[in-house]
């Protein structure tokens, strides 16, 4: 009796404790994948705040047409003391987003990546970008650039410029100066205030 005891006996108490640790693991999976589901919804939330505030700030080209139509609120609302004076809207397209997040660092290891650091990573990097978000670029820091391409494609996206530019901007904050050799491209402007000095006696448009 003690010998059969003795073989059944490891068996059993080696049944047991691989039952114990598969429980163990099972909690510990399904404890650390909820937290991650709360950390992630809290990213969600952030970054879709982040997109939803850029979407606002930086408004479409019909959105801007319709403020000038209707004469919103929102007409030459921004001015020169906001810090993203002249940040202008060129299209939509993935944006960093302004959450601190830092990857998990690579080490070498001969075992199996834990799937579960892999839900952290893919977590990580889903919260990196945000899509379909306007892209800016700083007419302030970047004083100098050009636009190459079509001429009908360059003269829509220079007139989306423009018109973003008169929406949100008053022309005592801004002046535009066109110097063309093809003045019939931008003959629109020559009414603008922003094309005139304060006493409306100088037109700054010259070809």
């Known amino acids: 009796m003690s010998l059969v005891g003795s073989l059944i006996w490891p068996n059993v108490t080696k049944a047991?404790?691989?039952k114990k640790n598969k429980k163990r693991e099972e909690k510990r999976v399904n404890t650390y994948r909820q937290y991650l589901k709360h950390k992630e919804d809290n990213l969600r939330f952030i970054c879709e705040n982040?997109?939803?505030?850029?979407?606002?700030?930086?408004?479409?080209?019909?959105?801007c047409l319709d403020?000038?139509?209707n004469r919103?609120?929102?007409?030459?609302?921004r001015?020169?003391?906001?810090?993203?004076?002249?940040?202008t809207r060129v299209g939509l397209g993935e944006v960093k987003t302004n959450i601190d997040l830092e990857e998990p660092e690579e080490k070498f290891s001969i075992d199996?990546?834990?799937f579960l650091m892999l839900e952290?990573?893919?977590?990580?990097?889903?919260?990196?970008?945000?899509?379909?978000?306007?892209?800016?670029?700083?007419?302030?820091n970047q004083q100098i650039g050009a636009v190459v391409g079509k001429e009908d494609i360059v003269k829509e996206f220079m007139d989306c410029i423009f018109l973003q530019i008169l929406a949100l901007y008053s022309y005592s904050d801004l002046k535009i100066v066109v110097y063309?050799?093809?003045?019939?491209?931008w003959d629109f402007l020559k009414t603008v205030p922003h094309c005139w000095n304060n006493e409306h006696t100088r037109r700054y448009f010259a070809t």
């Not at 919103?72 to 609302?77: E, G, P, V």
């Not at 001015?79 to 940040?87: C, E, V």
């Not at 952290?120 to 007419?139: F, N, R």
């Open 50 to 63: 982040q997109r939803d505030t850029l979407l606002t700030n930086n408004p479409s080209p019909r959105e």
């Open 79 to 87: 001015n020169i003391s906001h810090y993203d004076f002249l940040y």
């Open 16 to 18: 047991y404790r691989n």
């Open 67 to 69: 403020i000038v139509q």
């Open 180 to 185: 063309s050799k093809n003045s019939d491209k």
């Open 112 to 114: 199996e990546e834990d």
């Open 72 to 77: 919103k609120l929102s007409l030459w609302q």
């Open 120 to 140: 952290y990573k893919k977590v990580i990097k889903d919260s990196l970008q945000l899509e379909d978000t306007p892209v800016c670029y700083s007419l302030v």
